[in-house]
């Protein structure tokens, strides 16, 4: 099971991540999802971050949404370039949202963002 998981390397954390993410690189937007992206100086592979607010649903809602997210980018992540932080803003529509079209719009997100050949 632990194979299947978003390892904590992997995962943006700190509000100065999420900041320089939002003020230094670009973002697309979605019907599902916003996608921030930065290329920082780094070499280390891909790390993601996700944001969903209260209003976004319940508890339970919320959660779900980020796993799908988290596994979306596990996949994915050996396509994406080394050094590259993403962070994810999901809308209230991802949480009636299937798992293969959270999917389709990540790619499309990413790959319009120039990191992901679609």
Request: glycine residues 8%; hydrophobic residues 45%.
């Amino acid at each position: 099971m632990a194979a299947l998981t978003l390892p904590k390397p992997a995962r943006l954390a700190r509000r100065a991540e999420f900041t320089a993410v939002r003020s230094h690189g670009k973002s697309q937007h979605g019907n599902f999802m916003v996608l921030g992206t930065w290329q920082s100086s780094t070499s280390e592979p891909a790390r993601l971050g996700v944001i969903t607010a209260r209003r976004t649903g319940t508890a339970v809602e919320r959660n779900r949404a980020r796993r799908r997210i988290r596994e979306i980018f596990r996949v994915h992540r050996s396509l994406l370039p080394g050094g590259l932080w993403m962070v994810v803003v999901l809308r209230r529509a991802a949480v009636g949202a299937t798992f293969a079209a959270l999917t389709e719009e990540w790619r499309a997100l990413t790959a319009r963002a120039g990191y992901l050949k679609a």
